[in-house]
C-alpha cells in the first residue's frame, strides 16, 4: 500500500499516523494490514493526503480533477541525486505518488505535470540548501536553450549530481558550485560534457 512504502521512505511508523487521525495506535496498521476498515473515511483520507503531500486519488479517493482546489499527480523517480561524489543509476521506474495544487504548481511553472518529476537528495555539499533525504522537484523544461543560473540535476558519467551552477557570458562554459564550503567548485566545465536533467525548482524536506 502508499501509506507503508511512504512510512518507510519517510521514517513515520502507523502508531504516529493513527495518533495524528484521533485514532487508537493500531488503527492504520489494521488498516494496511487487514483491511479494517476496507476504506479511510473522507476526512481522514484527506488529512493523510495533506500530511504526505499527494492526491487523495492514491488513498481510495475519487481521481483528482484539475479544478479549483484540485490536486495533480507527479511521478516520484526511485534515484537519488548526490550532492557529493556522485549516486549511481539503478533503476529509474516512476510512481505518481506526489499531489501538487494545480494552481500552486502552475505559478512555479508552465511545464506540464507529467513531464515533472521528483527525486531525492543524498550527501551534503549542497548543505544548507539541500539535505540528504529531500525531495526535489525538477523541471526538464529548464535545461537547453533555458538553462541560467540555479540548481540543476545532472548526469554525469553513469551519476546523478545535483549543483548550483554559474554561466559563463561567453560560450557555453560553466562554474559547477557547491553550496557547502567544504566541497571544492568546479570551473570551466563544458555542458557538452554532461547531461542536463532539469532545473530544481522546488524542495520538501522533514522537520526534524
Not at 111 to 117: C, F, H, I, K, V
Request: proline letters at 7%; aromatic letters at 6%; a positive charge.
Amino acid at each position: 500500500l502508499v501509506i507503508e512504502r511512504l512510512c518507510a521512505e519517510r521514517g513515520d511508523d502507523f502508531a504516529g499516523l493513527s495518533r495524528m487521525l484521533g485514532r487508537n495506535p493500531a488503527y492504520i496498521q489494521q488498516y494496511v494490514r487487514r483491511g479494517v476498515p476496507k476504506r479511510l473515511k473522507e476526512a481522514e483520507r484527506r488529512k493523510l493526503a495533506r500530511y504526505f503531500a499527494i492526491s487523495e486519488s492514491l488513498l481510495g479517493g475519487p481521481a483528482e480533477d484539475s479544478g479549483p482546489g484540485g490536486l495533480v499527480p507527479v511521478k516520484r523517480v526511485a534515484v537519488r541525486a548526490s550532492a557529493g561524489p556522485g549516486a549511481l543509476i539503478a533503476g529509474e521506474a516512476a510512481k505518481p505518488y506526489f499531489g501538487f495544487d494545480a494552481r500552486w504548481l502552475k505559478s512555479l511553472t508552465a511545464t506540464a505535470p507529467g513531464r515533472l518529476s521528483i527525486i531525492r537528495v543524498e550527501g551534503d555539499s549542497m548543505a544548507p540548501t539541500l539535505n540528504a533525504g529531500d525531495d526535489i522537484l525538477i523541471d526538464p523544461a529548464d535545461c537547453a536553450e533555458r538553462l541560467r543560473d540555479g540548481i540543476y540535476v545532472l548526469r554525469v558519467d553513469d551519476a546523478l549530481i545535483v549543483k548550483r551552477i554559474a554561466i559563463h557570458p561567453v560560450g557555453r562554459q560553466v562554474t559547477v558550485q557547491s553550496d557547502n564550503p567544504a566541497y571544492p567548485d568546479w570551473p570551466d566545465c563544458d555542458m557538452e560534457q554532461m547531461a542536463c536533467i532539469g532545473r530544481v525548482i522546488w524542495a520538501g524536506r522533514r522537520i526534524v
